[in-house]
């Protein structure tokens, strides 16, 4: 009778990306002690945009995001049940609840102080920034968190060039900066910038990111099919907190 071999960790749909998910274990770790929910939610999506840009296709990206929750599940430290808060909070749609019971299961793991603050983000003023004709819209939204106050004040900041395909997609701290930076651009005639009916940012920054082309990596040609240019691969790190915060939006 054949011994049977011990199994080397949860059973995966990609198990070549075992060592990968096992590196997020590890670095997940350090979650807990970030700050707040603004930079907890910024590490997850630079996560996910790592999986996302590696993925050939939607299915293998949704493949991968599933057997990341079932190594974070069979984790069971603070770091991976964090990992798991945030993933339900702000991860892509179809994984948000799987990640959701994950964490819940996970009660015995000390829970990160901002936990309960993940995703509950409100929309503020928004802005449109316009540099010249070939710069495309730079949409600017600021946000809050609940019963925050102006502690957690951010922004996305998401330019759109011909056919509003997404070129540059981050999430500003420092909001303030930012907007003082643009106000004196304005007085320099080097822009215009001017208020943005949110509900409008909404539309178009929901039909960008979430239609977004995958396989960009910086001068890559158009989709071979669709004709639509890939999203930039600088994009990646922040585009699942941007489509998160336009889902947002009215």
Known sequence: MSATRPSAGPGLMLPGLREVYAAF??????LPALPGPLEAEVWTSARLGALESAAPHAQARRAALA??????RAAATPGARAFLAALAAIGPVEGRGAAGRAAEGLGDAAAAPWEGSLGRAVPGQAWLIQEGPLDGDRLICEF????????????TAVRLGHGDVPSEVV???????????????????LCVVQPYDPAAVGRRLRAALNNAEPGGRGGSSPHKETGSEPLPEACYPAVALARHRAGLLP
Do not use: F
């Open 25 to 30: 274990v590890r670095e997940a770790d350090a």
């Open 171 to 189: 999430i500003v701290g420092d909001v303030p900066a930012l907007m003082a930076a643009a106000r004196q651009a304005m007085r320099a005639e």
């Open 144 to 155: 809050r968190y609940e019963d925050a106050g102006t502690r957690g004040l951010h922004a």
């Open 67 to 72: 057997d990341l929750i079932t190594c974070l």
